[in-house]
């Protein structure tokens, strides 16, 4: 097996991230957002206060807070105080999230949480976090992010020790095909910014380091046709090819040999339907109550 080269992921390039992503939704991507939404709300109905008078709740990488937006409602009308920690390293995300707290405080909701933002990685939180000055939490979420941390399996055993009891470590990642395209785009190439795996992979490291862990799972199927991306001179199949492996100009900057296996991969695990090749972008949510 090759060893793999570092590389700059999409990650790396804004603007061509959101290019190809946007293209992606063009052709039919779309997240099933009501079962999002119905499985974020069950997942933070699973919070247990053990009575203590504020429920402490951690958000990484949460960016503008389209999710936390469900998140916030369901807390806010349970609890009667909430500490909201957010880790936002990117300053504009931070403070789309901020303009959104002022935006429903203004409408006279969410009184009842404190918000405190922290302009930083994940990492660099826990390396001055304390527990026994800043207390434990009730609740910890990391929705599509965990590819992004310095060391996330570490990070992730991390983040459930500083769980209270009965807390609630809910990560959220890709699965299935697309899972299986990372998998083999990892086997070429590695980013410290960018971990080609989904979750599988991050639930099989989990559960060596915490035997006894209580996992729930929950999985969402989104599947669009992906026929541009087997065709060389489409714009369009290439941004989208560009999105589904994470890497730039994938046809440009790709070997021959690599690129005919990646793509052969994604061909393998794509379902006919009529003339379109339908590809299976799915999601799927772990979340951990600690024992």
């Known amino acids: 097996m090759a060893v793999p080269v570092e590389i700059k992921s999409l990650v790396h390039y804004p603007c061509a991230y959101f290019k190809s992503l946007n293209a992606i939704i063009r052709n039919g991507y779309k997240n099933d957002d009501d079962k999002r939404t119905r499985d974020i709300i069950e997942t933070f109905e699973l919070i247990d206060s053990n009575d203590n008078p504020e ?58 949480v404190h918000f405190e933002y922290h302009c930083t990685t994940i990492e660099e939180y826990l390396d001055v976090y304390d527990s026994d000055v800043h207390g434990g939490f009730h609740a ?14 570490g990070i992730l ?10 807390g609630v470590l809910f990560v959220m990642l890709t699965t299935g095909q697309w899972e299986k395209i990372y998998d083999k785009v990892g086997e070429y190439y590695f980013d410290p910014k960018m971990h080609f795996f989904g979750l599988s992979t991050v639930r099989k490291k989990f559960e060596e380091r915490i035997k006894d862990a209580k996992i729930i799972t929950k999985y969402r199927a989104n599947m669009f046709p992906i026929n541009k991306c087997f065709e060389e001179d489409s714009a369009e199949g290439n941004d989208i090819l560009d999105f589904l492996t994470q890497i730039p100009d994938f046809r440009k900057t790709t070997p021959e040999e690599i690129a005919r296996e990646i793509l052969s991969i994604i061909k393998d695990n794509c379902q ?20």
């Not at 409602?73 to 500490?83: G, Q, T």
Request: with cysteine; aromatic share 8%.
């Open 140 to 153: 910890i979420h990391a929705l599509h992010c965990v590819y992004h941390f310095r060391y996330p399996h």
């Open 55 to 112: 429920v402490r709740i951690l958000a990484i990488g949460p960016g503008p807070g389209m999710s936390d937006k469900v998140i916030l409602d369901v807390v806010s009308a349970r609890f009667k105080a909430i500490v909201y920690v957010v880790i936002e390293p990117i300053k504009t995300e931070l403070q789309k999230f901020k303009d959104l707290v002022t935006l429903k405080t203004e409408q006279d909701q969410w009184k009842n």
């Open 272 to 291: 006919r339907s009529g003339s379109d090749l339908m590809f299976g972008g799915d999601d799927e949510d772990m979340v951990v109550i600690k024992t």
């Open 157 to 166: 055993i991390q983040l459930y020790e500083i769980l209270l009891k009965h």
